[in-house]
């Protein structure tokens, strides 16, 4: 399973977009790069998943560069409510894959 | 997507003694996973529980301090024995990835040893 790595914690405020980046430099080819949110005394849950190039969903983007060392979580227009921790996970795209979460990102938005 | 019921949410324990932890998911799952999250950290993998055998420990974890029962498809334990202050954690259960959405966990339970 790759080693991902992610900054500590971002803050931002209510409205602008929030790129969080994370580093797998050593991602397999049969890997894929999946993303978690988790809200205080609430368990992880799944945002995006992808491969690839660029995958969108209606809660965020992730933008996958061509060598796959590093992927972007986008969150456009943040609010309160998105508050929360960001996990970026790599790992194959099976259903029986423990999953092995890093420090993942504490974001704190402001009004 | 499944659904994850998680009791008790959570609990204060005196120490020396054991607290067992349900998960019931409202859909047959082969694979069910225990977590453990201590106070601002990450989550660890306790022990990965596949129905009809014994559950699979990670490193730094043993069946005598974390026993698990996965009796069916749609349910597990974890109990967490003898337990000291440094047990005190939120322990979180996962189910295996159904579709597209990736795993689901539970709500945690948070546990206070004291």
């Known amino acids: 399973l790759a080693k991902t790595t992610q900054p500590i914690s971002m803050d931002s405020y209510e409205g602008q977009e929030v790129n969080i980046t994370c580093s797998h430099n050593?991602?397999?080819?049969?890997?894929?790069i999946t993303w978690y949110q988790q809200f205080p005394s609430q368990g992880p849950r799944f945002i995006i998943q992808g491969y690839k190039t660029k995958v969108t969903n209606e809660v965020a983007s992730l933008f996958i560069p061509a060598d796959r060392k590093s992927s972007t979580l986008s969150l456009p227009r943040v609010s309160l409510s998105d508050t929360a921790v960001y996990y970026c996970?790599?790992?194959?795209?099976?259903?029986?894959?423990?999953?092995?979460f890093g420090t993942g990102t504490r974001l704190l938005v402001s009004p | 997507s499944a659904v994850i019921s998680q009791k008790p949410s959570r609990d204060i324990c005196q120490r020396g003694t054991s607290l067992t932890i349900q998960c019931q998911v409202d859909s047959q799952v082969t694979m069910m996973f225990w977590y453990r999250q201590q106070p601002g950290q990450s989550l660890t993998l306790i022990a990965t529980a596949n129905q009809g055998s014994e559950a699979t420990y990670e490193s730094g974890f043993v069946i005598d301090k974390f026993p698990i029962s996965r009796p069916n498809l749609t349910f597990s334990t974890l109990t967490v024995s003898n337990m000291s202050p440094e047990d005190s954690s939120i322990y979180l259960c996962?189910?295996?990835?159904?579709?597209?959405?990736?795993?689901?966990f539970g709500s945690g339970t948070r546990l206070t040893v004291v």
């Open positions: 996962s189910v295996e990835k159904i579709g597209r959405d990736g795993y689901t």
């Open positions: 996970l790599v790992g194959d795209d099976l259903s029986f894959q423990k999953l092995v």
């Open positions: 050593n991602i397999a080819t049969n890997d894929y």
